[in-house]
């Protein structure tokens, strides 16, 4: 089993749309949680901290829930900009050990 | 947020050949950056941590030898690969934390260095 698994998609949504992502982590010990984007062959540039009590960004909203290990990122009225790879992050121990998911392709359509 | 920068941004380099590839904090001092790698299509996969003034630590199966990795001041980490193959073709991304931010835990990104290797 992968440490942090995603649905790798491609979600194709029209503009507009709201979609969701999940991810789940195996290591219990894990701290923090992110969602960076992923543009084609570019670097990750991170998008949103997790946080247990959830948070919003605009269009977008991270949520975390410990128990059962997931985490979500909510996209609200989505824009053809949107279209990227989103990486689900999570960091375990003390040490910060950074732990990557393969990440969930969107493709957001006229 | 910190700025991360790679150079070159791409390489292409015939089979044993070593390519140097350079990390840079530009506005803060980073006493630890990543290496990843990324294969297409595939997660981004940690290499090693650079520790300026000391030696790389090195994820299990990644060669120390081959990838070599040196921190020599606060603001540079250097990744080279010797003897390059054609499976060694990759996106390499080297990140950096802030301890200047908020949260000391995200990292910043280079812009990656695609290598080919022919």
């Known amino acids: 089993r992968k440490e942090v698994e995603q649905d790798p998609g491609p979600f194709n949504v029209p503009e507009g749309a709201t979609v969701a992502f999940n991810c789940t982590y195996s290591?219990?010990?894990?701290?923090?949680f992110f969602w960076y984007r992923q543009d084609c062959r570019k670097e990750p540039k991170l998008l949103m901290s997790?946080?247990?009590s959830g948070n919003e960004d605009g269009r977008f909203t991270a949520q975390l829930n410990r128990a059962s290990q997931y985490i979500s990122l909510l996209i609200r009225d989505s824009k053809l900009s949107d279209s990227a790879t989103y990486l689900c992050?999570?960091?375990?121990?003390?040490?910060?050990?950074?732990?990557f998911g393969a990440g969930t392709r969107l493709f957001v359509k006229a | 947020g910190a700025v991360v920068s790679q150079h070159p941004s791409w390489v292409i380099c015939k089979s044993g050949t070593s390519v140097k590839i350079e990390c840079r904090s530009l506005?803060?001092?980073?006493?630890?950056m990543f290496w990843y790698r990324q294969f297409p299509k595939q997660s981004l996969m940690l290499m090693a941590t650079?520790?300026?003034?000391?030696?790389?630590?090195?994820e299990q199966g990644v060669e120390k030898d081959k990838f070599l990795i040196n921190h020599a001041s606060l603001t540079l980490s250097t990744l080279t690969v010797t003897s390059a193959h054609p499976e060694d073709s990759s996106f390499y991304i080297c990140?950096?934390?802030?301890?200047?931010?908020?949260?000391?835990?995200?990292?910043?990104f280079g812009p990656g260095t695609r290598l080919t290797v022919l």
């Open positions: 650079s520790n300026e003034g000391s030696k790389a630590t090195y």
């Open positions: 992050v999570v960091n375990v121990g003390g040490g910060f050990k950074t732990i």
């Open positions: 997790v946080y247990s």
């Open positions: 506005d803060f001092q980073a006493t630890t």
């Open positions: 990140s950096a934390r802030d301890p200047g931010q908020g949260r000391t835990d995200t990292q910043y």
């Open positions: 290591n219990s010990a894990s701290q923090s």
